[in-house]
């Protein structure tokens, strides 16, 4: 895409334009220095002048001193405007040096006199192109927010000239044919200049042409009464003249190249319409003869801007089609009755020229009657409104035209047997929302309180009708603050307030209404039912659960919400609505159902979470966490609270974790509930293993056996199994075993095969660590086999096994286990491959592949990363770091320590001595002994006592490579004697063995 050129802006706020993001001169009186200046490019200015034209006669006592700053800074600015500069003109004056046509304001003279050269040569197609390009640089009012006499009148004289370069562009347009598209454009000027008569004349005669002429007279009319009441006078010769050749329906007033004017039948284009690059794109690729899309459906949820979208791009669009554009509103979703195919038809071909009593009552006839007259004709047909396909098809016009349906139904019935193509429409993007409530209360008034407007787009939703109506209300109390308004849709109900007294139209809450009466009953039901409910989104297997409705019921009443845009399908089985039709939907369930059925609707809700398998809560956290704060003293709360565990286990949102156990730990204890009271008793335990705090979560985990001993075996595994992880990460491997044996006997003797997997891979990982990796064996195999449903459990324990069977010296039966899950890890998205990656990457340092572990450990390291409070990206720094050790790149090794370290606060008793190994390992590598042989004797000692004999045996081998290294042979010797006296096989393939 070509850059834009640089360029000083003076038509709107004064700015300097380029490349990069335009750099807005937001001083008044510091931009009026420059205006002064760019008004006459290359003509010196005497400092009196300047001071005089700024301050309006009324200068502070150093205005030399400020004057000289506004300059120095203006300099700066100018920067990126290639050659401009401002030097001094004499010992009294300045001048900017730069290209006139640096300056949009000469920019757009250099244009106009071409076009105008362009036209009296006769290449009037060449100059309208440049009338346009002129008139596109043309902005808004001139020197904006710039206050004094000499902005005022500098401000008048060029508001005449943008008038006068106005009129010579539309002048051109009607010349060229162009009424029906500048149509919109021209009553929006008239009415911006009422008194400008050269503009009423252009806007009678395309009203004229267009086959309105009575709206022709009515504005001749209009500025003939203006002129008599503000000047006292009356209109110019020639626009009297042109009143009275309408009147005569004089054909001299034909353009030259049409003898009778096609049809059109639009509603005015929406006033400040913003945004929606993307989706008018699409229509006018759609539209493109070269795409031979003959229909277009734009579908969206009730007052997102359908009707604005079809209606503006049919403004711009209607030069494409010499046969008219013909409109009509089917109102399929108004209070009224619906526009039935029949009726719409005699209106379409009314405006066709067709009288009433030749279109024949019968439906299909009059729809052929519609095809014949439109037939190769080049018509743009707008059906807006539409209830569904039945309503639409009749109304189809023939080939060679285009059609736009609009609706708030997604209209597949058209998309699958009438090759329409569906463009969606959605809420606005947040700089547009913030842009449109600008052009409604005014861009300088939205700039002073952006963090206000940016609020205030937030709690519309960036909804346009919303933010019209928020707008309005807000442009209605001028002298108030846009804060004050978002106040008061805080404060207040606010699909209440996002209404306009006495006009149904204008309320979000109506045009609801409109979408949520057309429904049908199961449809309405599971509307209501869905506003019940805390959260974010809803997953499918959600809705039967809650709804009461058969697993297929429930999927084609939320598909009826979908197709009516009051739920929107997201992501593969998942759904959410916009937050305003949220609220409509709670209010609606308010009304439509009972209080016990609501309750009834909250407890199938905790039911539903608290017997979901624990590997699928993550993608409910969010929700979770919402239903916690809502349902806050709900009995059964702490059910929710259980499902975070995964939150826990993640290291995720740990500080919100911990407040929703002390709420469910206290509406537990309320209701006298022991097994509650245990749960929550057992995930803060969990909790401070997670944080780090080992000492202090194993006291609390000798509670939660206590308590668990007065319930079952399934509380009582839980106790044990999360026990042992505790006096794992205490580096206490006897007692973690033993805990972790037991829990595995009693998940086994339970059938809880996920608990049973999930303690059976930590059990086998201590097992090894202590050097008893032949006694995994036996809990492997049993917790595969109870695991064989679950892929994310049976391939963790597939990597436990690998690291089993490297530990006993079967380095190529493990390699190929490793190859089996590598490729698997592969093919799968990060969210699953996150439960074992990291066990994945360490099963693959041991087994020599460093590579493929740090391609394992990669996209974990990212996404903790993403997650700057956790503690839980440090484990995977550190082996990511032995990896790069193994691989050769030593300083990377260092630098991903120093980021674990950073990171690792508080640690577990491992941390330090696994942190000194490896950074041991990278001072060997780089040749630095003395600062290896310290670390790797600290690893060694804490490895000893833990005792982990793989890893103390891996810290000798280090210690003795850095005695080596130092030239003690004797000591090297004594270290390699002791590893060797180590019986744990692990690490030999570190030193080269089978």
């Not at 098809?393 to 060679?400: A, Q, S, V």
């Not at 320590?897 to 390992?921: F, G, K």
């Amino acid at each position: 895409m070509p850059s834009s050129p640089a360029r000083i802006r003076l038509l709107g706020p004064v700015a300097i334009t380029g490349d990069a993001d335009p750099v807005r001169i937001a001083a008044p009186k510091l931009a009026c220095v420059l205006a002064i200046l760019a008004v006459r490019p290359g003509t010196p200015v005497a400092r009196t002048d300047l001071i005089d034209r700024v301050w309006d006669g009324d200068p502070p006592d150093a205005v030399l001193s400020v004057l000289y700053s506004y300059v120095a800074r203006l300099r700066t600015a100018l920067k990126p405007v290639p050659g401009a500069a401002i030097r001094r003109a004499g010992s009294h004056g300045y001048v900017l040096d730069v290209e006139p046509e640096i300056v949009d304001l000469h920019a757009i003279r250099a244009l106009r006199g071409e076009a105008e050269t362009l036209n009296t040569s006769g290449r009037t197609h060449e100059a309208l192109e440049v009338w346009r390009r002129a008139c596109e640089l043309a902005g808004g009012e001139a020197l904006a927010g710039i206050g004094g006499r000499w902005a005022d009148e500098t401000r008048a004289a060029l508001a005449a000239e943008r008038v006068e370069l106005l009129t010579g562009r539309y002048t051109a347009e009607l010349d060229a044919g162009n009424h029906a598209a500048v149509l919109g454009d021209l009553a929006a000027l008239n009415d911006a200049e009422p008194l400008a008569e050269p503009v009423a004349e252009l806007l009678m005669l395309a009203y004229y042409r267009c086959g309105r002429p009575a709206d022709a007279l009515a504005r001749f009319e209009t500025i003939r009464v203006r002129l008599r009441d503000e000047l006292g006078a009356d209109p110019s010769k020639r626009l009297r003249d042109l009143h009275l050749q309408i009147l005569d329906q004089d054909p001299a007033l034909e353009p030259s190249n049409a003898s009778t004017a096609a049809p059109i039948q639009l509603p005015s284009d929406t006033s400040g319409f913003t945004g929606r690059a993307a989706e008018l794109k699409a229509l006018d690729q759609l539209a493109d003869p070269v795409s031979a899309v003959p229909l277009a459906v734009v579908v969206g949820p009730g007052g997102a801007g359908k009707t604005a979208l079809a209606v503006h791009w049919g403004h711009t669009s209607a030069e494409r089609f010499p046969g008219g554009v013909l409109y009509v509103n089917l109102r399929g979703y108004d209070k009224d009755d619906m526009v039935a195919p029949r009726e719409a038809l005699g209106r379409l071909l009314l405006a066709l020229g067709r009288s009433g009593k030749s279109v024949p009552e019968d439906v299909e006839a009059a729809a052929e009657l519609f095809r014949t007259a439109t037939a190769d004709r080049g018509v743009l047909v707008i059906l807006d409104n539409a209830r569904n396909a039945e309503q639409v098809r009749p109304l189809l016009p023939g080939p060679g035209c285009f059609t736009i349906v609009t609706s708030r139904d997604r209209l597949t019935g058209l998309v699958a047997l009438n090759d329409a193509r569906p463009v969606q429409i959605g809420m606005l993007e947040p700089e547009d929302a913030v842009e449109l409530l600008g052009r409604i209360l005014g861009a300088e008034r939205v700039a002073a309180e952006a963090a206000a407007a940016e609020r205030l787009a937030d709690l519309c939703g960036h909804l346009p009708l919303a933010l019209r109506i928020a707008a309005a209300h807000a442009a209605g109390d001028p002298n108030g603050r846009v804060a004050d308004h978002v106040e008061e849709l805080e404060r207040r109900d606010r699909l209440e307030v996002l209404a306009v007294d006495g006009d149904s139209a204008a309320a979000v809450t109506s045009n609801l209404e409109f979408s949520y009466r057309v429904l049908d009953e199961d449809a309405r039901r599971l509307f209501c039912q869905l506003g019940t409910l805390p959260g974010e989104d809803f997953a499918e297997d959600m809705l039967a659960a809650v709804s009461g409705l058969s697993e297929s019921e429930a999927i084609r009443a939320v598909r009826r919400l979908v197709a009516a845009h009051l739920v929107e399908q997201y992501r593969s089985r998942r759904y959410r609505m916009h937050d305003l039709v949220r609220l409509y939907a709670a209010r609606q369930a308010k009304s439509a159902l009972s209080d016990t059925e609501r309750a009834e609707i909250i407890d199938k809700f905790i039911s539903w979470h608290y017997e979901q398998h624990p590997a699928d809560s993550t993608p409910e956290e969010t929700n979770l966490f919402i239903a916690c704060e809502t349902l806050r003293s709900h009995p059964a709360m702490w059910q929710l609270v259980r499902r975070l565990m995964t939150a826990i286990n993640g290291g995720r949102f740990l500080a919100r974790v911990a407040d929703a156990i002390e709420a469910g730990r206290r509406v537990a204890e309320e209701h006298e509930d022991a097994r509650g009271v245990f749960h929550m008793v057992n995930m803060q335990g969990a909790w401070l293993r997670a944080r780090g705090d080992i000492a202090e979560g194993i006291e609390v985990g000798r509670h939660s056996l206590e308590l668990a001993a007065d319930l079952g075996d399934f509380e009582m595994l839980l106790a044990k199994g999360n026990q042992g992880l505790r006096f794992m990460e205490a580096t206490d491997y006897a007692a973690a075993a033993e805990m972790l044996t037991d829990a595995v006997e009693l998940a086994a003797r339970a059938g809880k095969s996920f608990n049973q997997a999930n303690f059976a891979s930590s059990l086998a990982m201590m097992l090894i660590r202590l050097g008893r990796a032949a006694e995994a064996a036996a809990h492997l195999d049993a917790a595969e086999a109870a695991a064989a449903e679950s892929p994310i459990y049976r391939f963790q324990l597939k990597i436990r096994r690998a690291d089993m069977l490297t530990a006993l010296g079967r380095i190529p039966a493990a390699s190929a286990i490793l190859t089996e899950v590598f490729a698997h890890a592969a093919a799968e998205d990060p969210p699953f491959r996150s439960t074992w990656c990291l066990s994945l990457g360490v099963a693959l340092i041991d087994a020599g592949r460093p590579d493929q572990a740090c391609e394992a450990l990669r996209g974990l390291i990212d996404a903790v990363r993403a997650q700057p409070d956790t503690v839980h990206g440090s484990p995977p720094l550190c082996y990511y770091a032995e990896a790069l050790n193994l691989l050769g790149d030593h300083r990377g090794a260092i630098e991903h320590i120093a980021e674990a370290d950073r990171r690792w606060h508080p640690r577990p008793p491992y941390a330090t001595p696994m942190m000194d190994l490896v950074l041991a390992q990278a001072h060997n590598g780089l040749g630095e002994y003395e600062i290896a042989a310290r670390r790797a004797l600290d690893a060694a000692n804490a490895y000893a006592a833990m005792p982990w004999p793989a890893r103390h045996e891996l810290a000798l081998l280090t210690l003795a490579d850095a005695h080596a290294g130092l030239g003690d042979t004797e000591a090297a010797r004594a270290r390699q004697a002791e590893a060797d006296q180590i019986a744990a096989p692990i690490n030999r393939l570190h030193r080269g063995r089978d």
